[in-house]
């Protein structure tokens, strides 16, 4: 009798920059998590901080 657990990751990643606050990186982060949720399920998308734009990973195989 087995059960079946299907799960999802979605994760957004910021680089911390010279003079950053903790705040500021966690915005970033936030951000980019919240556009990894919008593209879809099981992402990961990279804040890249010199264009301001997200870069998405695809976790699925």
């Known amino acids: 009798m087995g059960v079946t657990l299907n799960l ?3 994760a957004g990643i910021a680089e ?3 003079g950053d606050r903790r705040e500021d990186v966690l915005s970033r982060a936030d ?5 990894a ?4 399920r099981s992402r990961v998308e990279i804040w ?3 264009r301001s734009v ?8």
Do not use: E, H, I, N
Request: include cysteine; proline fraction near 4%.
């Open 48 to 50: 890249r901080p010199a």
């Open 37 to 40: 949720k919008q593209v879809g």
């Open 54 to 61: 997200c870069q998405t990973l695809s976790l699925l195989a």
């Open 8 to 10: 999802s990751f979605s």
């Open 16 to 18: 911390a920059q010279s």
């Open 31 to 35: 951000k980019a998590l919240y556009a």
